[in-house]
């Protein structure tokens, strides 16, 4: 069974710094490109950033370049998202997203909710 787990979510201020996780189990986690997305209230899901396999390739929304980093580690099964200088368009619930294109697979994690305010 396949599970991703997200962690690290929470309350901060403007300006201030998160860290997200994502633990992946049942899956061969160094085949699956992986992703985080984003969704606000009454908003479409958004696609924030992305890692290839062997994190030779990563790419950000144009909202938060700059900002926020992706970083995977295979040995740890697990990829995280560094968030810093958060504004509170950044206020989302953010999902961990594991991706295998060729083969059509595709993994959700369940979300974790990020609120950035004063």
């Known amino acids: 069974q396949v599970q991703l787990v997200e962690s690290g979510g929470g309350l901060v201020q403007p300006g201030g710094s998160l860290r997200l996780s994502c633990a992946a189990s049942?899956?061969?986690?160094?085949?699956?490109?992986m992703n985080w997305y984003r969704q606000a209230p009454g908003k479409e899901r958004e696609l924030v950033a992305t890692i290839s396999t062997a994190s030779s390739s990563t790419t950000y929304a144009d909202s938060v370049k700059g900002r926020f980093t992706i970083s995977r580690d295979n040995a740890k099964n697990t990829v995280y998202l560094q968030m810093n200088s958060l504004k509170p368009d950044d206020t989302a619930v953010y999902y961990c997203?594991?991706?295998?294109?060729?083969?059509?697979?595709?993994?959700w994690g369940q979300g974790t909710q990020v609120t950035v305010s004063s």
């Open positions: 049942g899956l061969a986690f160094r085949s699956y490109a």
């Open positions: 997203n594991a991706a295998w294109k060729r083969l059509g697979l595709d993994y």
